[in-house]
């Protein structure tokens, strides 16, 4: 089976930083596309950034110049760099991933979420 665990999340003064990780592990023949979402309390799960397997990257406007999302492919993780944090950046960030594990289709995989709270 794969598994994704995030890492990273925490408290943090508004206009503060923070790193998630998300690492994969598991039966991994080939990562696609990794991203991270985020919900906030009462909203839905939206996309925050996403990542190809070649380096192509895709942002919400809302974090564009403030969040910064990379891929290590030989360690299977991904990352999302946070700077100039906002209180309405407080959510739940849950990382996603389309793994092929060597047979049928790939298939997509979510972390546990880590809370990100932003708060003086």
């Known amino acids: 089976q794969v598994q994704l665990v995030e890492s990273g999340g925490g408290l943090v003064q508004p206009g503060g930083s923070l790193r998630l990780s998300c690492a994969a592990s598991g039966r991994i023949f080939s990562i696609y596309t990794m991203a991270w979402y985020h919900q906030a309390p009462g909203k839905q799960r939206e996309l925050v950034a996403s990542?190809?397997?070649?380096?192509?990257?895709n942002y919400v406007d809302s974090v564009k110049g403030r969040f910064t999302i990379s891929r290590d492919n030989v360690k299977n993780t991904v990352y999302l760099q946070m700077n100039s944090l906002k209180p309405e950046d407080t959510a739940v960030y849950y990382c996603n991933a389309e793994i092929y594990s060597g047979w049928g289709s790939p298939s997509g995989y979510w972390g546990q979420g880590t809370q990100v709270t932003v708060s003086s």
């Open positions: 990542i190809t397997r070649g380096g192509s990257t």
